[in-house]
C-alpha cells in the first residue's frame, strides 16, 4: 500500500488528510509534536505515530527515516504543521515574527529535506499554503509571507524534483472552520459570520473541502500537474 506522511498530522486539515487517504486505503504516518493525540489517532486508523517537532531539521530527518524504513518508503507527504500570530506589524514581537516563519515556511522545507530521499517514483509532495500568499492580510505579516513562501518552494521544487517522477503541488485554503479558526474566533480575532460571507460561495471551507483539494494533487488524476497552487477559497481571492 502507499504511504502518506503528515507533519502536523493530529488535528484539523492534517488529521482530514490522514482519515481521508486511510480511508481510500493507505498506510498513513502522523508526524507530531502532541503525543497524547498523535498516538490516539494513529491508533484509531491503524497508522504510526512519530514525535518529531517541525521547526527541527535533525527530529524531521530521523522520523522520516524511521517511516521510510518501517514502510518502504513515501508516497505522499503533507506538511500541514502551522501556526498563526496575529498582531500590527509595526509592533510584532520578534519571536512572533520568528514562530511562525520557523514553522511555517522553515519547518515545511525541513519536511520536504527529510522526505526528499525516501520519496519513491510518481509520489508527490502537496503543501498547505493559503489565500494569505496573494491577499494583503491586515496584522498577519509573518504568516502571509510564510505563506507566500511555500508558493515559491513548491515552484522550486518542481523543477529540480520532476525529473525524478516527483510532483510539487500546494493547495492554498480560504478560511477553514476548523479548532484553529474557533479558537481564533473565541479570541475576538475574527467574526465566523463574517468571514462566512467574503467568498462568492457563501460559506466557509470545511476540512473536507481542502482536503478533497490534496486528494486529487495526490492522485494519477493530477499525474500531469506540477508546481502549482490551488486556491480553495470559494472564489474569494479573485471576487471584486
Same mark, same amino acid.
Given at each position: 500500500?502507499?504511504?502518506l /506522511? /503528515?507533519?502536523?498530522g493530529?488535528k484539523g486539515i492534517?488529521?482530514g488528510?490522514? $482519515?481521508?487517504?486511510h480511508a481510500?486505503g493507505?498506510d498513513?504516518a502522523?508526524?507530531d509534536?502532541?503525543?497524547?493525540?498523535?498516538?490516539a489517532q494513529a491508533?484509531r /486508523?491503524?497508522?504510526t505515530y /512519530?514525535h518529531?517537532?517541525? !521547526?527541527?531539521?535533525?527530529e524531521?530527518?530521523?522520523a522520516?527515516?524511521r517511516?521510510?524504513? &518501517?514502510?518502504g518508503g513515501?508516497?505522499?507527504l503533507?506538511p500541514?504543521?502551522?501556526i498563526?500570530i496575529?498582531?500590527?506589524? %509595526?509592533?510584532?514581537?520578534?519571536?512572533?515574527? &520568528?514562530?511562525?516563519i520557523d514553522?511555517?515556511?522553515?519547518?515545511v522545507?525541513?519536511?520536504c =529535506?527529510?522526505?526528499a $530521499?525516501h520519496?519513491?517514483a510518481?509520489s508527490?509532495v502537496?503543501m498547505i499554503?493559503? @489565500?494569505?500568499a496573494?491577499?494583503?492580510?491586515? $496584522?498577519?505579516?509573518?504568516y502571509c509571507?510564510a505563506? %507566500?513562501g511555500v508558493?515559491?518552494?513548491v515552484r522550486v521544487l518542481?523543477?529540480?524534483?520532476?525529473?525524478r517522477?516527483?510532483r510539487?503541488?500546494?493547495v492554498?485554503?480560504?478560511?477553514v472552520?476548523?479548532?484553529?479558526?474557533d479558537d481564533a474566533a473565541?479570541?475576538g480575532?475574527v467574526?465566523? %459570520? !463574517?468571514l462566512?460571507?467574503?467568498?462568492? @460561495?457563501?460559506?466557509?471551507?470545511?476540512? $473536507?473541502?481542502v482536503?478533497?483539494? @490534496? &486528494?486529487?494533487l495526490a492522485?494519477?488524476e493530477a499525474?500531469?500537474v506540477?508546481? =502549482? !497552487?490551488?486556491?480553495?477559497?470559494?472564489?474569494?481571492?479573485y471576487?471584486?
Amino acid at each position: 500500500m502507499p504511504t502518506l /506522511v /503528515v507533519t502536523g498530522g493530529a488535528k484539523g486539515i492534517g488529521l482530514g488528510a490522514v $482519515e481521508r487517504f486511510h480511508a481510500d486505503g493507505w498506510d498513513v504516518a502522523i508526524v507530531d509534536v502532541d503525543d497524547e493525540a498523535g498516538e490516539a489517532q494513529a491508533a484509531r /486508523v491503524g497508522g504510526t505515530y /512519530v514525535h518529531a517537532d517541525a !521547526t527541527s531539521r535533525d527530529e524531521l530527518f530521523d522520523a522520516f527515516g524511521r517511516i521510510a524504513e &518501517r514502510h518502504g518508503g513515501i508516497d505522499c507527504l503533507v506538511p500541514s504543521a502551522g501556526i498563526t500570530i496575529v498582531g500590527p506589524s %509595526a509592533d510584532l514581537p520578534e519571536d512572533s515574527w &520568528r514562530r511562525v516563519i520557523d514553522l511555517d515556511l522553515n519547518g515545511v522545507f525541513y519536511a520536504c =529535506q527529510a522526505a526528499a $530521499e525516501h520519496l519513491t517514483a510518481d509520489s508527490s509532495v502537496v503543501m498547505i499554503s493559503s @489565500i494569505a500568499a496573494f491577499r494583503g492580510m491586515r $496584522e498577519r505579516a509573518a504568516y502571509c509571507v510564510a505563506k %507566500a513562501g511555500v508558493v515559491a518552494l513548491v515552484r522550486v521544487l518542481s523543477a529540480e524534483w520532476a525529473e525524478r517522477g516527483v510532483r510539487v503541488n500546494a493547495v492554498a485554503p480560504g478560511w477553514v472552520h476548523t479548532p484553529f479558526l474557533d479558537d481564533a474566533a473565541a479570541k475576538g480575532y475574527v467574526d465566523l %459570520a !463574517t468571514l462566512a460571507e467574503r467568498p462568492p @460561495i457563501k460559506r466557509l471551507a470545511t476540512v $473536507e473541502d481542502v482536503v478533497g483539494a @490534496i &486528494r486529487f494533487l495526490a492522485s494519477p488524476e493530477a499525474s500531469f500537474v506540477t508546481g =502549482q !497552487t490551488l486556491a480553495v477559497d470559494g472564489g474569494w481571492t479573485y471576487a471584486f
